[in-house]
């Protein structure tokens, strides 16, 4: 792929993610105006380790961030994988600051050898973006 192909893959998956990030706070917003009804359902429930967990409010928010980091990760990887967005070289999947490095200086932030195939040297100008 060359460097021209993988700025306009980059710049779609980027787009993408901002829904992602809507979802996310969608989520936070709606548990903390239902927060109580949540709270109520689970007391009903009776399970004890997840009533002493809900009465612990920010290690809930924590594991939601925990949570939604893993997923976005998978997620940013799978669709690295799944557009091709990849080194030449090492195959290493380029995406968050390695695609920023290669997007930048041509190299994989992982092996350092040319990341793309157009056959430009690592030095190359970044291009448009």
């Not at 021209?4 to 829904?19: G, H, L, N, V």
């Not at 928010?61 to 990760?73: G, P, T, Y």
């Not at 990849?86 to 380029?94: D, F, I, P, R, S």
Request: net charge neutral; proline share 3%.
């Amino acid at each position: 792929m060359t460097r021209a192909e993988f700025i306009e893959r980059y710049q779609a998956t980027r787009t993408s993610d901002k829904w992602l990030g809507i979802g996310f706070l969608i989520v936070l917003v709606l548990g903390c105006l239902f927060w109580s009804r949540l709270t109520d359902q689970v007391n009903q429930w009776g399970i004890p380790w997840l009533t002493d967990l809900f009465e612990h409010p920010w290690l809930i928010f924590f594991l939601f961030l925990f949570l939604f980091a893993l997923v976005s990760n998978g997620i940013k990887k799978w669709k690295g994988q799944s557009s091709k967005m990849v080194c030449v070289n090492c195959g290493a999947v380029l995406t968050n600051t390695l695609a920023a490095i290669a997007i930048a200086t041509g190299n994989c932030g992982q092996c350092g050898k040319n990341a793309f195939d157009d056959g430009a040297d690592g030095n190359a100008p970044a291009g448009p973006f």
